[in-house]
């Protein structure tokens, strides 16, 4: 199957009861067991769920994975992920991550042994220098939130692999639809499903997707455990949303680029980051590991002035200022003031995060409302 057939078709079947050929949202905590230990497959709701099962099934089969498994949010799946470690493992992270894994990294899992390091992958020698027997997990984002950066997955996986390390790889900008990791190597992908899987910002959930059975397992046991599951209703939601993600993603990378030409040629803005770009330091291995290069978009303006980026983003009209992205609507948003504010001014210059730093979600609207709007945002 293709991947714009599975998007609709892998993993839901028909209603086996009714013939309802949409999966029923199986509003229910429990189910009747015929005698002790003789079931249809669910007894509890934490366990599992046939709708949410067979959102697990869509996001394995659409990830080129075996195995999905959902959650109530984003930071619930990395929550999952890094409680597979123990005391006294490490983790090698992207410097420029999305804020809440920063947080959920630094003052969760800390305090419980599990030391993290955070380098800029752009040039895979500073992951080299960090590894050593502890080290148990590199975990990366690309593109990456909100400075675009792309990491060259491959190569990530063929140091670790040569050291015994799993890979995780944050795959929310990209969506299934424009990079899958685990063909480029790596052992498990995470999706703040919130963002383009739902897309249409009306959803909270996380996944996780492995083809390794030792990991699925494993990822079971604590979704299980502790309990961080998603519902039946928003699993229907991401289901519906998920069969027109192919659609959306294509018309998300066409607006991307119209605007990220536009931006780029605008004598108010400083640096335009987009994958897509010629002048974008990856350009080339975006190219190689992505079908295209998506709707996320960050600039800076000429002067870098803090209350210039304000009036910017107060001022546009479709795109609206929101945290979150990935919906069908556009989004603007002041990283160093939201997404970033949970991340020390001195971590986030290091990394990019100045304070003129906009970052866009190009929806799918038509553009050339888009460009109006952002024009005369830029008016100042
Ligand atoms: C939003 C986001 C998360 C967190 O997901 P939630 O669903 O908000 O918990 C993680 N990584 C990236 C890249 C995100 O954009």
Redesign the pocket.
Known sequence: MKFNTKVIHAGVHPDEATGAIMTPIYQTSTYVQDEIGVHKGYEYSRTGNPTRQALENNLAAIEGGKYGACF???????DAVIKMLNPGDEVISTND??G??YRIFTTIFQKYGIKFHFVDMLDIDNIEEKINSNTKLIWL?TP??PMMNIIDVKKVCQIAKKNNILVGV?N??ATPYLQNPLALGADLV??????YLGGHSDV???ALVTSDKVIADEIYRIQNSSGAVCGPMDSFLVLRGIKTLHLRMQRHCENGEKIALFLDNHPLIAKVYWPGLQSHINHDIAKNQMKGFGGMISFTLVGDDIEMAKKVVSKTELFTLA????GVESLIGHPSTM?HASIPREERLKSGVVDSLIRLSVGVEDVTDLISDLEKALKI
């Open positions: 109530g949010s984003g930071l619930a799946a990395i991550l999305y809440g894994s984002e990456s939130n944050d929310t900008f995470m999706h703040s499903v919130t963002k909270v959930m996380g945290e979150s992205l990935g997404t």
